[in-house]
């Protein structure tokens, strides 16, 4: 008996349409998609359910600056109480603007968590970005999995360096997650993320000799829950 709808797409092409929506589909991959949407019905209503749950994110959200202390507090974690105290202002330490509070409305943040099945326990994430854009990394931490999943847009290291990707538990001492990943990659976080900071330290070519960041910190965010 036929029903009275299209009939559901394939599975896994609840991700294929939500990126489509969010214009992260580029060249050939974008191409094939919108040739299978003239004859697939089920794909068509697949993307217009997307288009209606994502248009809420184009919503404008005023940047919020995070307290002093926030700042402070994730430097003497990095290099100890004297460097919260000596640490300029300006320069990598530039990188603090908007609240954690508003990186869930992110559309890249939203691609990213739509193909994350959450499991059990709650969804972290976070959004690590430059002061100026170059370098953003999407990070949705998957309790089913206890991979932390990465996405990292844009932003090459300088010549004979590269980015360490480090959690900051609180209270804690940065961890490394290892190099940051080109493109997609995973990390395995050696305990629960709640409540910690993600930071992106520039240090030689294989990543820091010492198991402690020590180039500079070029963007750090605080994972939270969604």
Known sequence: MSGSGPAAPPDGEAPLAAEHALRLLEGEDRAAFERRLRDEPALRAELAAWEARLAPLAEEIAEVAPPARVKRAVEARLFGPAAAVAAPGGGAWAFWRGAAAALAATAGLAALLIAT??????????????????????????????????????????????YELWAIPPGGQPVSLGLLPGGRGEAAPPGALGGAVLAISEEPEGGSPTGAPTGPVVATAEVVEL
């Open 117 to 162: 099945d959450p499991g059990p326990g709650p969804m972290l994430a976070a959004q690590i970005e430059t002061e100026d854009g170059a370098l953003r990394v999407l990070a949705v931490y998957d309790p089913a999995t206890r991979r932390l999943r990465l996405t990292r847009l844009g932003g090459a290291a300088p010549a004979g360096r590269t």
